[in-house]
Nanobody, 124 residues
Framework: HVQLVESGGGLVQPGGSLRLSCAAS????????MAWFRQAPGKEREGVAD???????TYAASVKGRFKISRAAAENTVYLEMDSPKPEDTGTYYC???????????????????WGQGTQVTVS
């Protein structure tokens, strides 16, 4: 089974930029629908963006036009580029994976069966 490790979180100013990485091992990221979720204190975990096995991409409305998800098969890594972040983007960001979504979004917590440990992003 695939294992996921996030990195790249930290403190960023509003309007800045940050890139999160999700390094996978044990299997290829191309065989999974890969997604980023986030959770702010006291709030439920919510989907941010996903890339399905066929390369289709879905974004949450709150980040569309500011965030970009990409998949680097050679590095077996999925990235989340955060441009012009806002304070409300603050939270713990999790990478997740699930098989079986060749051409459909998987951006729901209940659909994912592999999770990373999370990386903290603070926009201030």
């Amino acid at each position: 089974h695939v294992q996921l490790v996030e990195s790249g979180g930290g403190l960023v100013q509003p309007g800045g930029s940050l890139r999160l990485s999700c390094a996978a091992s044990g299997d290829s990221v191309r065989r999974y629908c890969m997604a980023w979720f986030r959770q702010a204190p006291g709030k439920e975990r919510e989907g941010v963006a996903d890339i399905d096995e066929g390369g289709g991409i879905t974004y949450a409305a709150s980040v569309k036009g500011r965030f970009k998800i990409s998949r680097a098969a050679a590095e077996n890594t999925v990235y989340l580029e955060m441009d012009s972040p806002k304070p409300e983007d603050t939270g713990t960001y999790y990478c997740a994976a699930t098989p079986g979504f060749e051409s459909a979004p998987c951006l729901r917590v209940g659909r994912m069966n592999r999770w990373g440990q999370g990386t903290q992003v603070t926009v201030s």
